[in-house]
């Protein structure tokens, strides 16, 4: 009778107790992302990545100057899709993305760079980061010598650290 009513306490405290370290995956730590695919003639609504690191680090850009940047990598669970790009720690506004650069690779693995891409920084300090985004990535066909584009209608990522 006493393993029983061990077991019974047991198991209820076992489910009372609430464990923070299997929450991975942060609900509101997501970037969301509409664009319409040109080679496959697909529009894709709702692509979400829910896998996000954004590791700050310092460039050497000369002797004398250092940029503070943040490396933004954002994955999905379900396929090999990846947003990567950089921007200047602690810096809003439409000026922030360093060199233009924001790469894309889709499901199938293609590689995609930027062409031209708006994004905005409403938020960039050491609680949140936050931005809206959109624009054109492209890939370069060496079979067929010709740009193909992927054009971003929307995309936003928050992230709550």
Do not use: E
């Given at each position: 009778m006493r393993k029983i009513l061990f077991c019974f306490i047991f198991l209820?405290?076992?489910?009372?107790s609430k464990d923070e370290s299997l929450n991975i995956n942060n609900s509101s730590n997501l970037l969301e992302m509409a664009y319409y695919e040109e080679i496959t003639n697909e529009y894709h609504s709702g692509k979400t990545f829910?896998?996000?690191n954004i590791r700050p680090f310092e460039k050497v850009v000369s002797s004398t100057e250092e940029l503070n940047l943040l490396q933004i990598t954002a994955r999905t669970n379900h396929d090999d899709s990846i947003v990567l790009f950089e921007v200047y720690a602690n810096k809003t506004g439409n000026d922030v993305l360093y060199n233009n650069v924001f790469d894309f690779r889709t499901a199938r693995g293609t590689p995609y760079n930027s062409e031209r891409i708006e994004l905005q920084v409403l938020a960039n300090d050491d609680k949140e980061f936050?931005?809206?985004f959109t624009g054109r990535v492209k890939h370069y066909n060496q079979w067929v010598p010709e740009y193909i584009y992927i054009d971003i209608s929307y995309g936003s990522i928050v992230f709550k650290y």
């Open positions: 209820f405290v076992l489910s009372c829910t896998i996000i936050i931005a809206n």
